[in-house]
C-alpha cells in the first residue's frame, strides 16, 4: 500500500498599526538583535554574514519551540530599505519563509507581517493545533513589538 504525503502549508499573517515613524519601525525590526527582545520566544539571533542589511543577509536563531531549543538558519531573499523585507529559512527542522511590509499611516506605521510553513510528516499531522498556537504566540509577540516601540518614544 503506498501511503501518499501532501505537505501542509501553515500560513499566518497579521497587521498591526504601531504609533511611530515608519524609519523607526523599519530600523528596529531590521537589527536582528533587536529578535531576542520583542519575541518572547527567540533565545538567541544573530547575523552571520558581513556587510550591512541586504539580499544575501544570512543568520540564525535559537528558539524555544514547545519548551525545547531550535536553532534555524535564515537567509534575506528581498530587502527594500523601510518597504519591505522577505526572509527564508536555509537550514530548519520545518522550512519558513516570511515577510515584514511597512507602509506609513495617519500617526504612525502599518506593518505587515506574514509567516509561512512548510510541514511535512508529524508536524503536518499537527498542523491545525501548530497553526493556532503559533498564530497566537506570533500576534503575541507583534503586540509585544508594539508596546516597546510605543513606549520607546521621545516623551513618552
Known amino acids: 500500500m503506498n501511503i501518499i504525503r501532501i505537505p501542509l502549508i501553515m500560513n499566518i499573517s497579521h497587521n498591526i498599526v504601531i504609533t511611530r ?8 525590526l531590521s537589527d536582528i538583535a533587536n529578535d531576542s527582545v520583542w519575541q518572547e520566544d ?7 554574514s558581513q556587510g550591512p542589511l541586504g539580499k544575501g543577509t544570512s543568520g540564525y536563531e535559537i528558539r524555544s519551540v514547545l519548551g525545547f531549543p531550535m536553532r534555524t538558519e535564515w537567509i534575506v ?18 522550512p519558513y519563509e516570511g515577510s515584514m511590509e511597512f507602509e506609513p499611516v495617519e ?14 510528516g508529524i508536524a503536518g499531522l499537527l498542523d491545525p493545533l501548530m497553526e493556532f498556537f503559533f498564530g497566537f504566540r506570533f500576534r503575541a509577540n507583534l503586540e509585544n513589538l508594539k508596546t516597546i516601540l510605543e513606549k520607546s518614544r521621545p516623551g513618552a
Open 42 to 48: 527567540v533565545l538567541k539571533s544573530a547575523v552571520t
Open 21 to 28: 515613524p515608519l524609519k523607526d519601525v523599519a530600523a528596529y
Open 77 to 94: 531573499t528581498l530587502y527594500e530599505p523601510e518597504k519591505r523585507l522577505l526572509f527564508a529559512s536555509t537550514n530548519s527542522a520545518v
Open 107 to 120: 500617526g504612525g506605521t502599518l506593518l505587515r507581517y506574514r509567516f509561512s510553513t512548510k510541514a511535512e
